[in-house]
């Protein structure tokens, strides 16, 4: 073998080397690129359901007739006070019920009286409600009225009166604000159509 033999292979032998660790250093690139993209939309997903929004199933009669068993709820967190009519998720039951939907009735502050006939009064004003809740004949609930809501508290009740458990029990009670999980603002039905403001 001559000498140019040797450097011939040398030259082979050194191409092949800085191939391989081309490969290799491109190799890593793509792991760390794909690492980086998953983080990254771990990372993105984890700040919208943090401070965007929610998916949350309906699981339940106790909204009927404006929610339906296995509807689906869009819900964005709270950035101001709530407010009476809103549609809300608490979790301020989580050990005995579970997160629960209900409708905001009353806030911090309001006397509510409910009367024999299941009519609601809020500050002295009867709430019209014939536009969302099951009509109802009688009085739900243990509680002795009138009563006042409590401070950071919010009174809660479901829209289909005679089978939903709510602030009207004691046992269920006022749901404090910091237990709220958010606004519901869009329902998906079970069929995943789209109703906003709970309308089609």
Same mark, same amino acid.
């Given at each position: ?14 191409e ?7 490969e290799k250093?491109?190799?890593?690139a793509?792991?760390y690129e794909?690492?980086s @993209? ?9 700040? *919208? ?6 998916l +949350?199933? #309906?699981s %339940? ?15 964005t ?14 979790t ?5 019920m579970?997160?629960i @939907? ?9 006397e *509510? ?5 299941g009519? +609601?009064? #809020?500050? %002295?004003?009867?709430?019209d409600e014939t ?8 009085r739900?609930?243990?509680r ?5 809501v ?9 829209d289909?009166?005679?089978m ?23 329902r998906?039905s ?5 109703y ?5």
């Open positions: 073998m001559n000498e140019n033999d040797i450097m011939t292979n040398t030259q082979d032998t050194a092949e080397n800085t191939h391989t660790s081309k250093t491109s190799f890593s793509s792991i794909a690492f @993209v998953v983080m990254s939309s771990v990372f993105i997903i984890a700040l *919208v359901f943090t401070f965007g929004f929610r +949350v199933g #309906v %339940g009669t106790s909204m009927i007739n404006t929610l339906q068993n296995k509807d689906w709820l869009i819900v967190p709270y950035y101001s006070e709530p407010e009476y009519g809103d549609i809300v998720i608490s301020h039951r989580l050990d005995t579970g997160p @939907v209900k409708r905001v009735i009353a806030t911090e502050g309001d *509510v009286n409910i009367t024999e006939d009519s +609601v009064y #809020v500050n %002295g004003e009867k709430l536009s969302y809740t099951v009509p109802v004949s009688r739900y609930g243990d002795t009225y009138p009563v006042t409590p401070e950071n508290h919010v009174m809660l009740m479901g289909n009166r005679p939903s458990s709510d602030s009207r029990y004691t046992s269920v009670g006022f749901a404090p604000v910091d237990a709220l999980l958010g606004k519901a603002q869009i998906l079970g069929e995943w159509n789209i906003y403001n709970f309308e089609q």
